[in-house]
């Protein structure tokens, strides 16, 4: 994985260089590639595609608007079986290419619907598609009615060129509540794996008076790999970090065998000069603990900036639990005391609320009681040692 500004990216193009080419002498090669975030990624892609030969997986984040030569990409790695490409904002694709891949996801996308069959024709070994968020106006009309069109036609080609899916999603961006109910579910019904965006589920989540009443939502015990955008509002209250806490916590335990886990603050560099997710210690980013299979995190993206310092993040690193690390931790926390304080106030005179319901499920209330509270990340890293 590659995350980082334009100011690395010559270095970038003589690593890859210099990889490939110490690979093709020992017949060693370069499998899996993650870019993200890179300035003018879609201009300057083809100038390191001549040391990709060998990729397996691509994956792209993209900063700013462009168009990305799929037909390249696929030309320069013929041995490639999955891409994902992510855009800030969104990215044309331009067509038609040779293909083998497996895998095939678009976020944000210009996409044109005339080019779906020719997708499919050529890709004979997919068991993957994802096309999330397509922009209107290229993919499909305004009107409401043509989702369902949409999805006579891709369940067509699938059955035409004997395609099955593991894994499908379909839907545009900021889809009304009545055209994002079912019509992606009739395409592909033997799926297995499904994709869900917050445009999909905020419908769902405006409708219930409590979520986790709500199996739909908060039943992802099984999940190993989650995408999380937080959408914010304008009038998002930027002085608590309260906010991350509920995050972090919410995650760790509805999600307790998370392997992949990336958290996009969606407007952060768009619409806010500060960050909406903190890193500090009191923001509770060591709640993301409690996964024990986690292998990659990633938070926030270039453009996010973070006030915490170095102190705040030693628990992550062996090297952070010297007694002189635990006593800086220690430092850090006895100024809590005033805020501990006030939450046990305020929960001895809150209410006793009793869930009811078909789906209401015990445990997982129980471990949502201290949802947000500085609290559970003292108590946290207490038993850290």
């Not at 990729?55 to 792209?60: I, K």
């Not at 917050?198 to 409590?210: A, G, V």
């Not at 209250?237 to 307790?256: L, N």
């Not at 709640?287 to 993040?313: H, K, N, P, Q, V």
Request: glycine share 4%.
């Amino acid at each position: 994985m590659v995350h980082a500004g334009a100011d690395r990216w010559e270095a970038l193009v003589k690593a890859l260089k210099k990889n490939y080419e110490r690979d093709m002498a020992i017949r060693h090669s370069l499998r899996d590639l993650e870019l993200i975030d890179y300035i003018h990624i879609c201009i300057k892609l083809c100038e390191i595609l001549p040391f990709l030969a060998t990729l397996t997986r691509l994956r792209l984040q993209v900063a700013e608007h462009g168009t990305i030569r799929l037909d390249k990409i696929f030309q320069a790695c013929p041995f490639l079986e999955s891409f994902e490409a992510e855009a800030k904002n969104y990215v044309e694709f331009s067509m038609p290419w040779p293909l083998l891949l497996q895998s095939f996801v678009l976020r944000n996308g210009h996409f044109a619907q005339s080019d779906l069959g020719s997708l499919l024709a050529l890709t004979p070994r997919l068991q993957e598609l994802k096309l999330i968020s397509l922009q209107s106006g290229v993919w499909i009309e305004e009107d409401e009615t043509n989702l369902a069109h949409i999805s006579t036609l891709t369940m067509a080609c699938l059955e035409s060129h004997g395609i099955v899916l593991r894994s499908f999603h379909f839907s545009r961006a900021y889809t009304s509540k009545s055209s994002s109910q079912c019509a992606m579910f009739l395409v592909s019904p033997k799926s297995t794996d499904w994709t869900f965006s917050t445009q999909d589920l905020l419908p769902i989540i405006q409708d219930t008076s409590n979520v986790v009443t709500r199996p739909e939502i908060h039943h992802q015990d099984r999940a190993k790999l989650l995408l999380d955008s937080i959408h914010v509002q304008r009038d998002f209250p930027h002085e608590t970090k309260a906010h991350s806490r509920v995050v972090y916590c919410y995650r760790s335990i509805v999600c307790p065998k998370l392997r992949d886990l990336r958290i996009d603050p969606y407007y952060q560099a768009v619409l806010l000069s500060r960050s909406i997710l903190f890193m500090d210690l009191d923001a509770g980013l060591c709640l993301l603990s409690r996964l024990r299979y986690l292998e990659t995190l990633l938070i926030g993206s270039a453009g996010m900036t973070t006030t915490s310092g170095s102190r705040d993040l030693t628990w992550m690193i062996a090297s952070g639990w010297t007694a002189e690390a635990r006593k800086e931790r220690e430092k850090i926390m006895s100024g809590w005391k005033t805020t501990l304080l006030e939450e046990t106030r305020q929960r001895s005179v809150a209410p006793l609320r009793t869930l009811e319901g078909p789906y209401v499920d015990a445990d997982l209330t129980e471990s949502l009681q201290d949802l947000g509270l500085l609290e559970d990340v003292k108590n946290t890293l207490d038993k850290m040692g």
